[in-house]
T-cell receptor, first 114, second 111 residues
């Protein structure tokens, strides 16, 4: 069964450093998403991406964040200058038809900012 | 905008007990409703979904019915097992807005 994959599973970085979190969505999916879950808290929407551009983003997704689909398979989230409060689990998700089909989630990348 | 309100946890039950986790929503139009489950150390997995009023989603003994009149999508299971221990998230997705999650309810089932 196809699945969404994410790398790395755990990333540790120093405050102020740039990180890139990588995702490979399911191959025939057209909509891609990033979510964040701070430890013990709710899952928060960050951004959605369709047709090579951002379709919606939340207040959390400020200028420090960017997303890219550099090739036909990868979907990346870049945090330009990490802050302590960026420490969280980051989930990538994809689906084929927004609003009609469920989103399939990756296993997440745990980001720890020291 | 759309939002989901979910029963606060944690919930602790004995094995074979009946489970209800309440979820209500606020949305314009007719959103799709979901329950996701997060087992310890893992990502989110879809448990069940319903895409229109009166639909019942079911999976692994869990059920939830899309109730438009009460704007609810309560999760139920008649007899829980230790392996059901996890965090459960109610979520909705509208056609014009992206997915919104509830705060999550941690369920612990004791033998």
């Amino acid at each position: 069964e196809p699945e969404v994959t994410q790398t790395p599973s755990h990333q540790v970085t120093q405050m102020g450093q740039e990180v890139i979190l990588r995702c490979v969505p399911i191959s025939n999916h057209l909509y891609f998403y990033w979510y964040r879950q701070i430890l013990g808290q709710k899952v928060e929407f960050l951004v959605s991406f369709y047709n090579n551009e951002i379709s919606e983003k939340s207040e959390i997704f400020d200028d420090q964040f960017s997303v890219e689909r550099p090739d036909g398979s990868n979907f990346t989230l870049k945090i330009r200058s990490t802050k302590l409060e960026d420490s969280a689990m980051y989930f990538c998700a994809s689906n084929r038809d927004r609003g009609l089909n469920e989103q399939f989630f990756g296993p997440g990348t745990r980001l720890t900012v020291l | 905008g759309n939002s989901v309100t979910q029963m606060e946890g944690p919930v602790t039950l004995s094995e074979e007990a009946f489970l209800t986790i309440n979820c209500t929503y606020t949305a314009t139009g007719y959103p799709s409703l979901f329950w996701y489950v997060q087992y310890p150390g893992e990502g989110l997995q879809l448990l069940l979904k319903a895409t229109k009023a009166d639909d019942k989603g079911s999976n692994k003994g869990f059920e939830a019915t899309y109730r438009k009149e009460t704007t609810s999508f309560h999760l139920e299971k008649g007899s829980v097992q230790v392996s059901d221990s996890a965090v459960y998230f109610c979520a909705l997705e509208g056609h014009e807005e992206d997915m919104r999650f509830g705060a999550g309810t941690r369920l612990t089932v004791k033998p």
